[in-house]
């Protein structure tokens, strides 16, 4: 929490232009530290705000690492949920903060590029998302990802989304998070259609 709470105080120095900005994530951060410091703290929910901004965070960077083109703009789109909500939507600004320490690993220029991180909000009449139909894409992948049994050589109603959505798709990946010895580790796995009843998984 302090090694985030130091960057930011680094970035309303370096960028001056943004301190509003910064010095409001710091004050999120300071109330979250209390909240650690209750008995209730949701520890769980907690820990997956801090995977699923890195894993975000990871796919950020990753784009901008292997497109040919200038990004123009970045952004998360995300339904409403407890890990984007709570704490004043923190995970949107962690998000942000480890996109660029990400870009800095991987030798990537996040200084006088034109690319913006945008934050997506819902709309002020409505209270609705505006991008919600563009979600249901997402929705039945992951639904899929996540439902598919693949111990069974018997298919099932998710093996048709797989060999028609997923293979030799090379737009769509799967990144696999792996924990062993108190290292983690991100693979990501691409599905090639072995023939027309085999998927085979390759990372």
């Keep these: 929490m302090n090694r985030l709470k130091d960057q ?15 010095e409001s994530v710091i004050k999120k951060l300071n109330k979250l ?11 769980k929910l907690f ?3 801090i ?5 975000v965070a990871f796919i950020m960077a990753t784009l901008k690492k292997e497109t040919d083109h200038t990004i123009e703009i970045i952004s998360w789109l995300s339904d409403r949920d407890k890990i984007v909500d709570s704490y004043e939507s923190l995970a949107y600004d962690i998000a942000h903060s480890s996109f660029h320490e990400l870009c800095t690993r991987m030798g990537l220029n996040t200084q006088n590029t034109t690319e913006r991180f945008l934050i997506a909000s819902t709309d002020k009449n409505t209270n609705q998302l505006w991008f919600d139909e563009m979600l249901r894409v997402p929705d039945l992948i992951t639904g ?3 439902g598919r049994n693949y111990l069974p050589k018997k298919k099932d109603k998710y093996d048709l989304i797989f060999e028609k959505v997923f293979s030799e798709n090379k737009y769509l990946s799967i990144i696999d998070c792996t924990r062993k010895n108190n290292v983690g580790r991100l693979n990501v796995l691409k599905k090639q259609q072995k023939s027309n009843t085999q998927v085979k998984e390759q990372s």
């Excluded at 530290?33 to 520890?43: A, C, G, I, L, V």
């Excluded at 995977?51 to 894993?55: D, F, P, S, Y």
Aim: glycine content about 0%; charged content about 20%; cysteine-free.
């Design 144 to 146: 899929a990802t996540a």
């Design 47 to 49: 820990h997956n705000i």
């Design 51 to 55: 995977i699923v901004q890195m894993l």
């Design 33 to 43: 530290e209390q909240e650690m410091r209750r008995d209730s703290f949701n520890k």
């Design 8 to 22: 930011y105080q680094k970035w309303i120095i370096n960028t001056p232009q943004n301190k509003v900005y910064y």
